[in-house]
């Protein structure tokens, strides 16, 4: 399981879910964290389970060989 308490945050304004695309709104809480083996350093924004999901996936696919 995936800790996120310290990567999730109260939204102060809208913000597009990286994951899935949607508007995660003002007041909803939502993770600030890296894209999941995306490589880069940028921070982006993630509804707490788009990234779960996301970082699951990237966990599974490590766990057998990297497709790059
Ligand atoms: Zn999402």
Known sequence: MIDLSNIT???RRQHQCAGCGL?????ERYVRAQVPG???AAKR???GKCYTAMAENINKENAHERNI
């Not at 508007?23 to 007041?27: E, I, K, L, R, S």
């Open 9 to 11: 945050h109260t939204a």
């Open 23 to 27: 508007t995660v709104h003002a007041g």
């Open 38 to 40: 995306g490589g880069r």
């Open 45 to 47: 924004a993630f509804h």
